[in-house]
Nanobody, 125 residues
Framework: QVQLVESGGGLVQAGGSLRLSCAASGGTFSSYDMAWFRQGPGKEREFVAAIEPTGDRLYYSDSVKGRFTISRDNAKNTVYLQMNSLNVEDTAVYYC??????????????????WGQGTQVTVSS
């Protein structure tokens, strides 16, 4: 059974940093794109960042580009999201996901077949 478990969320002041981790089990994910999404209060789930299997190609939403860094360790079946210069607009539940389909854009949640339970990130002003 595939399971994704996020960790590393919490409360941080604006300008601070957090590092999220997502540990995958129940399969081998080194051949799949992995991504982070987030869902803020009253908002739809939105794409944050994605990483291709080898880690050579990274993709970011415009809102986090230059502040967030996605990375992965295939030997540990783990993907990370380093978040710097956080602001209150980054407050959300953050989800990691494994891409299962390649029929649309990688920013589309429907491309991803496995999801974690989410970890809360709260940024205070």
């Amino acid at each position: 059974q595939v399971q994704l478990v996020e960790s590393g969320g919490g409360l941080v002041q604006a300008g601070g940093s957090l590092r999220l981790s997502c540990a995958a089990s129940g399969g081998t994910f080194s051949s799949y794109d992995m991504a982070w999404f987030r869902q803020g209060p009253g908002k739809e789930r939105e794409f944050v960042a994605a990483i291709e299997p080898t880690g050579d190609r990274l993709y970011y939403s415009d809102s986090v580009k230059g502040r967030f860094t996605i990375s992965r360790d295939n030997a540990k079946n783990t993907v990370y999201l380093q978040m710097n210069s956080l602001n209150v607009e980054d407050t959300a539940v953050y989800y990691c996901a494994v891409r299962r389909w390649y029929t649309s854009a990688r920013q589309e949640p429907r491309e991803y077949g496995y999801w974690g339970q989410g970890t809360q990130v709260t940024v205070s002003s």
